[in-house]
């Protein structure tokens, strides 16, 4: 199963933006790669996804290495609601069993 | 619009007791999960199942059993809990193929306590 590594913690101030980063030396070519968060108490959320291009969508953006063994999750303005933990995950295109989605980042957004 | 729904959500056993949760979504998706997330750490994949009648070991499988004989319902069994055992369990959901937009649909957990 292709793994990602997250840094453990990040922290940021309200309104500025955060670059939360991903690292997946061993994705293979159909593999999607996935964000998703978890708010205090809740279950995960999905962020957003994307294979090769460059993502957006209302919630963040997701940038791609060209050689696709790393990404990165850009919130442009954080808010104190987005203080969770952010989980980078992959996923094939067609057979997503066995999701695997370790520690993530827990990212603190401070006033 | 029920989404996952996982019942219950809370319960206490004490070590032995068998008990079984529900996870059911009404979203007619093909794949389900069952997660566990012990406190401050992340989700580790149980068992999971890519349809009706099928189930997999995921990656802590030990001490679990699963049944999906109905594609919207995912059980989760314990046959004789642990203390180990006490965890936040979550349940999730997500379609196949051309449907499949990539999102996996979460229930809110169920908080298992063995004593």
């Known amino acids: 199963d292709a793994k990602t590594t997250q840094p453990n913690s990040m922290e940021s101030n309200e309104e500025e933006p955060v670059h939360l980063p991903c690292n997946h030396s061993?994705?293979?070519?159909?593999?999607?790669i996935h964000w998703y968060r978890q708010l205090p108490s809740q279950g995960p959320e999905y962020v957003i996804h994307?294979?090769?291009s460059n993502v957006n969508n209302r919630m963040a953006s997701l940038a791609i290495a060209e050689d696709r063994k790393s990404s990165t999750l850009i919130l442009h303005r954080a808010t104190l609601r987005d203080a969770a933990v952010y989980y980078c995950?992959?996923?094939?295109?067609?057979?997503?069993?066995?999701?695997?989605f370790g520690t993530g980042t827990r990212l603190q957004v401070f006033p | 619009n029920a989404g996952v729904t996982q019942t219950p959500k809370f319960r206490v056993l004490k070590t032995g007791q068998s008990m079984t949760l529900l996870c059911a979504q009404d979203?007619?998706?093909?794949?389900m999960y069952w997660y566990r997330q012990d406190p401050g750490m992340g989700l580790r994949l149980i068992h999971y199942?890519?349809?009706?009648?099928?189930?997999a070991k995921g990656e802590v499988p030990d001490g679990y059993n699963v049944s999906r004989l109905k594609k919207q319902n995912f059980l989760l069994g314990l046959e004789s809990a642990a203390p180990s055992q006490t965890s936040v369990y979550f349940c999730?959901?997500?379609?196949?193929?051309?449907?499949?937009?990539?999102?996996?649909?979460f229930g809110e957990g169920s908080r298992l306590t063995v004593l």
């Open positions: 999730a959901s997500t379609p196949w193929g051309a449907q499949n937009t990539g999102e996996l649909f």
């Open positions: 061993t994705i293979s070519g159909t593999d999607y």
């Open positions: 994307g294979l090769t």
């Open positions: 199942s890519v349809g009706e009648g099928t189930t």
């Open positions: 979203m007619n998706h093909e794949y």
């Open positions: 995950i992959l996923r094939a295109l067609w057979n997503t069993d066995k999701l695997i």
